[in-house]
């Protein structure tokens, strides 16, 4: 503890920790990606969260504090487009044109969740798709060079040589 407020410069994987969480936060999609910022538990702590890099924290993570604390990272419902198609084929061809714009996707039984978006929602429309709007976690896949947690990074789409 410093200055009045905890700080956590560990997270563990959702699966990784063991025991009872002695708090929770609960935050969007957006305010889990993360390096340092300050964040307020559900009893009113202040939780300082100070890591090395930026990472996606997912529901069911935890913040280490001190040695032995744990703090569990719950996410919270945001506005999310659920989409369904008629077909394995359609849900794979909606999932593609999802990936060609770089869009987080959540991976479903049969569906897939973005976040709300209008353009998206009738261009899924427009390909068949059955979309609706919910409040839900969103939770999307971490990405093929993400390991375990998502790390923050920006790309270009230049040819290198």
């Known amino acids: 503890m410093t200055d009045n407020h905890l700080v956590a410069s560990e997270v563990l994987s959702k699966g990784t920790w063991q025991g009872d969480a002695v708090d929770r936060v609960v935050l ?9 910022v300050m964040l307020k538990s559900e009893k009113g702590a202040d939780v300082l969260l100070s890591l090395k890099e930026a990472i996606l924290l997912q529901s069911g993570d935890a913040l280490l504090i001190g040695a032995d604390r744990l703090i569990e990272v719950v996410a919270a419902p945001d506005k999310l487009i659920e989409i369904r198609c008629e077909s ?3 849900l794979l061809r909606t999932a593609w044109h999802l990936g060609n714009r770089h869009l987080a996707t959540e991976i479903l039984k049969g569906s897939l969740r973005i976040r709300y978006d209008k353009v998206i929602l009738e261009m899924v429309e427009q390909l068949g798709a059955d979309a609706r709007v919910v409040d839900a976690p969103f939770n999307p896949e971490g990405g093929a060079y993400s ?3 998502t790390k923050v990074h920006g790309h270009d789409h230049d040819l290198h040589p």
């Open 88 to 90: 394995e084929k359609a």
């Open 147 to 149: 390991g375990g947690h």
């Open 28 to 36: 969007s999609y957006d305010d889990r990606f993360r390096r340092r």
